[in-house]
Nanobody
Framework: QVQLVESGGGLVPSGGSLRLSCAAS????????IGWFRQAPGKEREGVSG????????YYADSVKGRFTIFRDNAQNTVYLQMNSLKPEDTAVYHC???????????????????????????WGQGIQVTVSS
């Protein structure tokens, strides 16, 4: 069965840290670009971070630059999102997505990954709650 499973969420005080994991089963993550997205109640989904499968390049939303780090562990078939200096506005459900690049389209920006999944070239995880208390 092909699936992505997020873990590592929870409740943390403002200024704290969490490490989210996105583990793949049924396929190897190193063939996919990976993105982390989040959605807070009443808000649209936001692309938080991404990492390329080809050159390891990364993307970060302005709201998390300098605080979040995305990295892969191919041996564990897992991608991580290290989140430091967490703020209450980081509270959301976090999803990872794995996607292959459509022919002729490169990039790890959120809209590229979302479109690739929409085209059937990838998968979403089920999501995990992160709550940062003030």
């Amino acid at each position: 069965q092909v699936q992505l499973v997020e873990s590592g969420g929870g409740l943390v005080p403002s200024g704290g840290s969490l490490r989210l994991s996105c583990a793949a089963s049924g396929f190897t993550l190193d063939s996919y670009n990976i993105g982390w997205f989040r959605q807070a109640p009443g808000k649209e989904r936001e692309g938080v971070s991404g990492i390329s499968n080809s050159d390891g390049s990364t993307y970060y939303a302005d709201s998390v630059k300098g605080r979040f780090t995305i990295f892969r562990d191919n041996a564990q078939n897992t991608v991580y999102l290290q989140m430091n200096s967490l703020k209450p506005e980081d509270t959301a459900v976090y999803h990872c997505a794995a996607a292959r690049s459509p022919p002729g389209i490169a990039g790890i920006q959120p809209h590229v990954l979302e479109n690739a999944v929409r085209l059937g070239l990838g998968f979403w995880g089920q999501g995990i709650q992160v709550t940062v208390s003030s």
